[in-house]
């Protein structure tokens, strides 16, 4: 199977941007590297007004990448530039992103009263590319794991900011085309650096940004008995680990998975396109259980979730504020998302004790085997 990383993906799209748009700018506090964003570095210097050396990146005083340890101050430096008029995007480490809460949250009311301003033009949007996320921080341990902006950012009734959850490499070219091109609104992206399947193509991602929402046709059962869902790129693909065990363990049992693309205020969808409930019912069953998995904290999705059915046919996984440095699966595992514990889910559902026990004693297994090892077990 090939693999794609979705930050290389925009790493590229950032330095076309730059050999398009001479006023393009490009904020990280020291992490474009990291966050494999470093494609620009071929076509653009980082800022610098100091002496450099032989080895530095390509840097000058007109370089238009900055680069500093201040997430504070490089919101800042961008606002300005966006209230100029001219676009910019900034990258960091999701666990990190929080610093600027406060600061996000003046530029939210700032929208809001710029808009009932006749005068004023549209501004580009905030554009946060979140990456280095909490499920693949395993090596850096609890202090780089928390997604806690997402959930910030959902609860404001103003109803200006975006969380969008590109599921691979295809998508995340699409939420870049969206983001570059949104005004008077907040877009956090939230995706993974590392190596990862490809689900859709560019015709479908572009559907998916549309609607909100997607039924992963390849991996789904028509006429379901059981609701998967799931937004965040690796929680998904829990769930589509976990209907292949399925399809072994109970094959009678008829499963479709819903990617969720997109969140805002109080509905699955952006801003300007909210998915409405009748929609929702086509996509999600009208009385049919429902299972979850979310790149976030689980009340988060829950809550908007509960906008369009009730609560009882919600079983919502997530990040539960269980880090550590470990293993990548080992960090599902701890916080329940792993996809042994939805296959759990259903095993109880139908009353399958035999399964139940299987699951937890394959969890086990493999919590042994990291201490032991250092390495999650190769299955």
């Known amino acids: 199977m090939n693999l794609y990383s979705p930050a290389k993906r925009i790493g590229e799209l950032l330095a076309a941007e730059f050999k398009k748009n001479p006023h393009f700018y490009f904020f990280s506090p020291d992490e474009t590297t990291s966050n494999k964003f470093d494609q620009i570095f071929n076509v653009e210097k980082r800022a610098w007004a100091m002496p ?19 997430e504070n101050v490089l919101f800042s430096v961008m606002t300005g530039h966006l209230m100029n008029g001219e676009p910019a995007m900034m990258g960091s480490y999701e666990a990190f992103f929080p610093i600027i809460t406060a600061q996000l949250l003046q530029q939210i009311k700032f929208i809001k009263q710029a808009k009932e301003v006749s005068w004023r033009a549209p501004m580009p949007a905030a554009n946060l590319l979140s ?5 693949r921080q395993d090596h850096n341990g609890y202090t780089h794991q928390s997604p806690a902006l997402i959930s910030t950012l959902l609860s404001v009734p103003s109803n200006l900011a975006n969380c969008i959850f590109p599921i691979d490499d295809v998508a995340a070219e699409v939420t870049y085309n969206f983001m570059i091109n949104s005004t008077n609104v907040v877009n956090l992206a939230t995706f993974n650096k590392i190596d990862e399947p490809r689900y859709l193509n560019k015709e479908q991602a572009e559907q998916e940004i549309k609607d909100g929402a997607t039924i992963y046709e390849f991996i789904s059962d028509p006429e379901p008995d059981i609701v998967f869902t799931a937004a965040g790129d690796l929680v998904a693909k829990e769930m589509v680990e976990a209907i292949k065990i399925l399809k072994e363990d109970l094959p009678e049992v008829k499963i479709r998975l819903v990617y969720i693309n997109s969140l805002s205020y109080r509905a699955i969808g952006t801003t300007e396109n ?12 009208k009385d049919k259980p429902i299972i979850a998995n979310f790149h976030g904290y689980p009340e988060t999705l829950e809550n908007i979730l509960e906008n369009y059915t009730i609560r009882g046919r919600l079983r ?16 599902l595992r701890r916080n329940v998302a792993s996809r042994y514990d939805i296959t759990t889910d259903v095993a109880k559902l139908y009353d399958r004790d035999d399964l139940i026990l299987k699951y937890q004693e394959t969890l086990a297994k493999n919590h042994t085997y990291a201490l032991e090892h250092g390495e999650d077990m190769i299955e």
């Open 274 to 285: 909210k998915l409405s409930a009748e929609k929702f019912a086509e996509m999600f069953t």
């Open 131 to 135: 990456t280095s996320t909490c499920w």
């Open 316 to 331: 919502v996984h997530g990040y539960n504020e269980e880090g550590s440095t470990t293993t990548p699966f080992e960090m």
């Open 52 to 70: 450099t050396k032989t080895w530095d990146l390509p840097e000058g005083e007109d370089g238009r990448i900055v680069e500093m340890l201040s």
